[in-house]
């Protein structure tokens, strides 16, 4: 088992020293180093929040503590994450429970009913009403130990757009993986511009102040009201005067503000689009909600005891696609090949448990 979370620790850790998921992202912090000339530690990034916070998990609770890993009437392990208040009254509905506005769902309660229904029929649901609810193991892993978990869509520029070595990056994204992205790519030097909803702003905003500090220093910022016309105009000027672009939405989000990436990409400046979701950009997968803890889970880069799966760490698949955007961008940015990049944090878990379950298999077959 790995190690817990710690309260009170300088440096949290949970990857043993030589284990085959460490050796991994270490081998991720290496391709970013030599790209950008900066050196990361794997650790301390994924410990990022949990260091400022001192959260703990619980035997099912993640240390966050809005997610739940339940078991379902077919045996099969989910994680629902309670992360947004209309999550608790989501979840309340589907299973016939009354839950107030701004009420937290009874967790026992709720437990007691997951066992009741299919993992089918409640993801079923949970993608049809916006739920962020996986599956263990849901997502399987397709890239090699060599490469890095993102799919790439080179661009064909209707006009001659000139690389400049002085970036600048612009930041739709929020919460933990696309913050961390910029964050890398301002240390390397670009100037970076982060760009919030004037009634939605980012939510990492309402958590732990030092973390969303760390996440946001040496970055400027903008407010726009993304209700009005004049707000959506200045939208579309930023990101066109912006080299690189990095956005955390459902595809539909942005299409909604009549934003369409491949189009700019095509006949504006910017040069690499960088889209983070949880489950990718294509069909039910681009519908779905997903968040750090959850997504961890359908990739199965989970712990487990005796009982049952636990949760890894705080939220890995963040901090773990963070590191992963930030790489393929200055990969990008070397090759000087204009390009949508998507990265998806399940896919992110499933590439760094494949790792682990490749020593496993090795470990187990004796010839």
């Not at 009420?103 to 009403?129: F, H, K, P």
């Not at 064909?156 to 400049?164: D, E, V």
């Not at 919460?175 to 939605?200: D, H």
Request: proline share 5%.
């Amino acid at each position: 088992m790995r190690k817990r979370l710690s309260n009170g620790a300088s440096l949290m850790k949970f990857l043993p020293e030589g284990s085959p998921e460490l050796q991994q992202l270490n081998w991720l912090a290496r391709e970013f180093e030599l790209l950008s000339g900066i050196a990361v530690d794997p650790q301390e990034l994924l410990v990022q929040r949990a260091r400022h916070t001192g959260w703990q998990a619980g035997p099912s609770q993640s240390v966050g503590g809005s997610c739940h890993l339940m078991q379902t009437s077919d045996g099969q392990w989910i994680a629902i994450n309670l992360a947004r208040p209309e999550d608790h009254e989501l979840v309340g509905i589907f299973f016939s429970l009354e839950v107030g506005v701004n009420e937290e769902i009874d967790i026992g309660q709720l437990r007691d009913n997951v066992r009741t229904c299919t993992s089918s029929d409640l993801l079923e649901y949970a993608i049809d009403v916006g739920l962020p609810i996986s599956r263990l193991n849901e997502v399987a892993n397709s890239y090699s130990h060599s490469e890095l978990p993102v799919k790439v869509q080179h661009v064909q520029k209707t006009t001659t757009q000139t690389w400049r070595k002085q970036l600048k990056v612009v930041d739709l994204s929020s919460l933990w993986a696309g913050p961390l992205c910029s964050q890398l790519l301002q240390q390397c030097g670009y100037e970076v511009l982060k760009v919030e909803s004037l009634y939605r702003p980012d939510g990492a905003r309402f958590g732990n102040p030092n973390f969303f500090a760390e996440l946001d220093e040496g970055k400027s910022h903008v407010d726009l009201d993304f209700y009005s016309a004049l707000g959506i105009s200045r939208l579309r000027e930023l990101i066109s005067e912006a080299d690189v672009v990095i956005e955390g939405s459902r595809p539909r989000a942005l299409q909604q503000l009549g934003i369409n990436a491949d189009e700019i990409l095509q006949n504006a400046k910017p040069q690499v689009w960088l889209s983070i979701t949880g489950y990718g950009r294509d069909g039910v997968s681009g519908q779905r909600v997903g968040f750090g803890d959850d997504c961890a889970v359908a990739g199965g880069l989970v712990d487990f005891s005796p009982e049952g799966p636990l949760f890894l760490g705080d939220a890995v698949a963040d901090p773990i696609s963070g590191m992963v955007a930030a790489t393929a961008i200055m990969r990008a940015l070397k090759e000087q090949k204009p390009c949508l990049i998507a990265v998806c944090l399940a896919e992110s878990a499933a590439w760094l448990n494949s790792v682990r379950q490749k020593q496993e298999s090795q470990r187990d077959f004796k010839p």
